[in-house]
């Protein structure tokens, strides 16, 4: 089992930037597909950000693509996604996601785990 807890979201002005960070805990998650999914309101879940278990390999939804950027810490056991700018079409609740696939690509199917989720709010 892998439990994952998010932080870092917040209000901020349309141009701005925040980083959200997703901690794994749990089993070992050393190989493990992570990726950014969000869900704005009265939509469905999308695709954001993923990235391999080793680091070396990123993919982005072209909404995002040039301005978010996905990294990952194995020593800390830390997946981060840098936003900027921020628009506000990119508010929503940001979720993190583990899978037992190396790299699982860009459908939420892939993914085994889940974190709560943290609010973005950019507003023009």
């Known amino acids: 089992q892998v439990q994952l807890v998010e932080s870092g979201g917040g209000a901020v002005q349309s141009g701005g930037s925040l980083r959200l960070s997703c901690v794994a805990s749990?089993?070992?998650?050393?190989?493990?597909?992570m990726a950014w999914f969000r869900q704005a309101p009265g939509k469905e879940r999308e695709f954001v950000a993923g990235?391999?278990?080793?680091?070396?390999?990123?993919n982005y939804a072209d909404s995002v693509k040039g301005r978010f950027t996905i990294s990952r810490d194995g020593a800390q056991n830390t997946v981060y996604l840098q936003m900027n700018p921020l628009k506000p079409e990119d508010t929503a609740v940001y979720y993190c996601?583990?899978?037992?696939?190396?790299?699982?690509?860009?459908?939420?199917?892939?993914?085994?785990?889940w974190g709560q989720g943290t609010q973005v709010t950019v507003s023009s």
């Open positions: 996601a583990a899978s037992r696939i190396f790299f699982a690509g860009t459908t939420g199917y892939s993914y085994d785990y």
């Open positions: 749990g089993r070992t998650y050393t190989n493990y597909g």
């Open positions: 990235i391999s278990g080793s680091g070396g390999r990123t």
